[in-house]
């Protein structure tokens, strides 16, 4: 059983669904979190449709944890943890969750060409407040990117988010950290150990 | 230990293990994690081929040599390969091969939906079907000893959900000892299907098919797992997991070879549980065959409806199987009694969609641009160029298969159409089936216009290696085809390579193309704006206070030109902005920009001096 009372988690699955847009390192962060289950003795399955996603797609993965897991898709509605790498796709997946189920944000948006273009509006940050508590209350944001610019690489906000979610669960930091070391080149080691645990305490604020 | 392995790396990894040693296939999603995965294995030999029929039949070649082969391929590339596919089952083999065939039901980055376990029925040869990643790897080596058993060729059928899945996997550290090959066979009798041996040849492939369904009955990846036996459901491949999700009490009947069916098997499993059930995804293969064996299975009464055709009793015959899906279906059927999350829960709010574009930098948005300028009917084909299709570039009418914008203009061209055709081909699609549409152009002198769009890469698929490119999948450094010299040998004397990027010239061209009669080719070359060498030469330009919001820019559909929040004084319409962070500097803004308001690369390299 993965039992996390104060997130109104208990469940024999651990259900995660990853969402983002091509190029954030959605994929990477599902590695992650599948090599984690794996090392934990768990069954997992990671399941992810590549294909168009490099055209600038919405990119989803779901990562189950188990005894024996079958299914690689999560059935709509048993999403318990839901992993938005971009707001617009953290709407976009929310009624994938079971109810009141949890939801790391990354607080960063990133403009679909159908809202450049002037077609679509993209939702003010209060419209994505108000329709994401109509689902859960359990919605922690992340500012990965600022996080990450500010350490001087924007393109590592997905381990910034990793280490909120570790945080969130309360999982040994450095037994995480190893796994994501193994996945990140060598010499941008010391920035994403930097990133990782700026996740984590910017979770424990949240708290 | 275990490894985390896709259903791909786990194919590649069974063939490896196997001893399998030589590998031909042509890229194509869901499968090209296989041959990208099984080059790096030691002592291989593995290649892109130019399409799936060249590899199949190189695969052939290295089988009938006494090598173990496999041939990997996307669901329609067997519609490209079937033809060596029927002469390989007739014939048979010296040493094992597999034929990998990867289905995409929902269609995530295909264009149709095709059940290719009906190619093994089609050409009497076993097919096997796994359900994980471990099944794929073990199934995998299965399948050459198969091969080499009854002298057959096997499809190995995976679909879109098992080869992008990762799961835990057992695997050997040791490959297979195979005896080294003998000499080549001089069996005419064999191996030359003139119609007197092929005639013989019939009734001994529909005695294999047999004895393989024979052999089924005991075969270990056919198994029974006894639970309830209220309800019995028989199924394979990824079916298989939704079984075990959603009817966690069910006996179950897994097939792990789909084709031929042990008849035996299934009576006595269909005897012993109360209500008996097939579940698969997309065709009712499995469940013809079971009623053709003369099981009743269960029924239920409500056929009417458009996703539950007649042709299969309870689940959908389209799209990909979910587990909500399989509950959905079955609740219906009476045979689920359990809560359906499917939420009427729905995010209330418009959600603006994030459609697959033209990346920003594509090389091919510039011709999309003057054709939709020039308003020709175009006929498009198969790769990232598709795209020209959304708006606002808008500048695709017709998109079949691989290879068929050529022949389709060419058709509305003898046909006497009106208006003056342009085929649109990228360079790998035109190595894999442009070329032979081509010639007939030049030959049976019709006046299309093609314009292959040399990015020097397949695209779509995710940046493979082909003719063009100088190298090989083993990163061999090898020949790069000269386009212009193929196009001028097939008969074309107009041809012209340009620059992709070059708006104007392309422009001009055509104009006057279009003003000539004949065929003539342009050919637009830059490298795709996502590979490693492109990517270095990125600058971001900038809109300067000339704009004043006249919106032709927009028109070029760049995700990276956006309207901005700052109105033109006098004309009340938003500003050009650029989003530096997605600009790479490739100019065809600022090269159709009519008031010079949009600063080109060496503008802003003096201005930042
Ligand atoms: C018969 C067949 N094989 C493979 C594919 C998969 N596929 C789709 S597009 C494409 C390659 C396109 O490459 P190219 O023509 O160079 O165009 P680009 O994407 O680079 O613009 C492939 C292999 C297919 N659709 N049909």
Redesign the pocket.
């Known amino acids: 059983m993965f039992s996390f009372p104060n997130l109104g988690i208990n469940t024999p699955i651990l259900n995660f669904l990853l969402v983002g847009v091509g190029g954030q390192g959605t994929i990477l962060a599902s590695n992650v979190l599948a090599e984690l289950g794996l090392a934990f003795g768990h069954d997992v399955k990671k399941a992810e449709v590549h294909g168009m996603s490099q055209r600038g797609g919405s990119v989803i993965s779901h990562v189950r944890w188990g005894e024996e897991v079958h299914s690689p898709i999560i059935a709509k509605g048993d999403v318990d943890i839901l992993i938005a790498f971009e707001k617009l796709e953290a709407l976009r997946f929310v009624d994938q969750l079971r109810p009141y189920g949890v939801i790391v944000i990354n607080d960063h948006n990133i403009t679909p060409v159908t809202v450049s273009s002037g077609n679509f509006i993209y939702p003010s940050d209060e419209t994505i407040k108000e329709a994401i508590h109509e689902f859960t209350r359990r919605d922690y944001w992340v500012n990965g990117v600022k996080i990450a610019e500010e350490l001087g690489n924007n393109k590592i906000s997905n381990v910034v988010i990793l280490g909120a979610l570790c945080g969130l669960l309360n999982q040994d930091p450095e037994s995480w950290f190893n796994l994501i070391a193994k996945k990140v080149p060598g010499k941008s080691l010391n920035i994403n150990r930097a990133a990782f645990f700026q996740g984590i305490s910017e979770i424990a604020k949240e708290h | 230990m275990k490894r985390l392995l896709s259903g791909n790396e786990a194919v590649a990894r069974g063939a490896w293990e196997a001893g399998c040693s030589v590998a031909s296939g042509?890229?194509?999603?869901p499968s090209?994690e296989i041959m990208e995965t099984f080059a790096l294995y030691p002592n291989v030999y593995a290649e892109w081929a130019p399409?799936?029929k060249v590899g199949l039949d190189v695969a052939i070649g290295a089988a009938y040599a006494g090598k173990r082969a496999i041939s990997t391929?996307?669901h329609?590339?067997l519609?490209?390969a079937a033809d060596a596919l029927f002469y390989v089952a007739m014939t048979g083999i010296e040493a094992g091969l597999v034929i990998v065939s990867a289905d995409d039901p929902s269609m995530h980055?295909?264009?149709n939906e095709q059940d290719n376990r009906q190619y093994a029925k089609f050409s009497r040869i076993p097919c096997l079907d796994p359900s994980d990643s471990q099944d794929a790897r073990d199934y995998a080596i299965a399948a050459f000893n198969l091969s080499e058993q009854f002298d057959t060729p096997v499809l190995l059928r995976l679909t879109t959900r098992v080869c992008h899945t990762s799961g835990a996997v057992e695997v050997s550290e040791s490959q297979a000892n195979l005896p080294e090959p003998g000499k080549y066979p001089r069996n005419p009798l064999k191996y030359v299907m003139i119609p007197a041996n092929a005639r013989q040849k019939h009734p001994v492939i529909e005695a294999r098919i047999a004895e393989i369904a024979q052999f089924a009955e005991n075969f270990e990846l056919n198994r029974v797992e006894w639970r309830d036996t209220d309800l019995g459901i028989i199924t394979g491949g990824i079916a298989y997991q939704y079984a075990r999700e959603v009817f966690p009490s069910a006996s179950i009947l897994k097939l792990g070879m789909v084709y031929p069916l042990p008849k035996k098997l299934i009576t006595d499993f269909a005897a012993k549980v109360k209500k008996v059930i097939v579940l698969e995804e997309l065709d009712p293969f499995i469940e013809d065959q079971v009623r053709a064996i003369g099981v009743n299975l269960f029924l239920h009464s409500e056929h009417d409806s458009r996703e539950y055709p007649m042709t299969k009793s309870i689940f959908p015959v389209f799209g990909e199987l979910n587990p909500t899906i399989v509950r959905k279906a079955a609740k219906r059927a009476g045979l689920y009694n359990g809560e359906i999350q499917d939420s009427d829960w729905k995010v209330d709010v418009q959600l603006p969609p994030r459609p697959p574009t033209l990346c920003p930098g594509?090389p091919?948005r510039s011709s999309f641009y003057v054709l939709n300028k020039l308003k020709v009917p175009v006929n498009g084909?198969?790769?990232?160029?598709?795209l020209g299709v959304a708006p606002p570039l808008s500048t695709t009418d017709t998109c079949g298969?691989?290879?068929a914008s050529i022949g389709v203009a060419h058709g509305a061209s003898v046909a006497g159409d009106k208006e003056r055709h342009v085929a649109v081909?990228?360079?790998?699609?035109?190595?894999?089936?442009?070329i032979a549409p081509l010639i007939n152009v030049a030959y049976n002198k019709s006046n299309v216009i093609t314009i292959i769009?040399?990015?020097?890469?397949?695209?779509?698929?995710g940046?493979?290696e082909?003719p063009?490119t100088g190298k090989t999948l083993q990163n061999q450094e090898t020949v790069s085809l000269d386009i212009q010299a193929l196009v001028r040998a097939c008969g074309i004397t107009k041809v012209l390579t340009v620059e992709a990027y070059d708006v104007d010239l392309i422009e001009k061209t055509l104009r006057q193309w279009l003003k000539e009669d004949g065929p003539a080719v342009l050919i637009t070359k830059e490298e795709?704006a996502l590979l490693p060498a492109a990517r270095k030469r990125y600058i971001s330009l900038e809109v300067t206070d000339q704009c004043n919001g006249c919106t032709v820019c927009f028109r070029i559909g760049c995700p990276a030109i956006t309207k901005s929040a700052e109105l033109d004084p006098k004309y009340n319409r938003p500003l050009a902005e650029i989003d530096a962070a997605l600009c790479t500097g490739c100019e065809i803004c600022a090269q159709v920009c009519p008031r010079d308001a949009i600063l080109f690369r060496n503008q802003m390299i003096s201005k930042a001096n």
Not at chain 2, 26 to 29: D, M, R, V
Not at chain 2, 425 to 434: A, C, E, L, N, R
Not at chain 2, 453 to 461: A, E, L, S
């Open positions: 042509y890229p194509g999603t090209t399409n799936e391929m996307k329609v590339g519609n490209v980055s295909s264009q594509c091919h084909d198969i790769g990232c160029y598709t298969c691989m290879g081909v990228g360079d790998s699609t035109f190595f894999h089936s442009g769009m040399d990015n020097r890469v397949t695209g779509m698929t940046h493979q082909n063009g795709c």
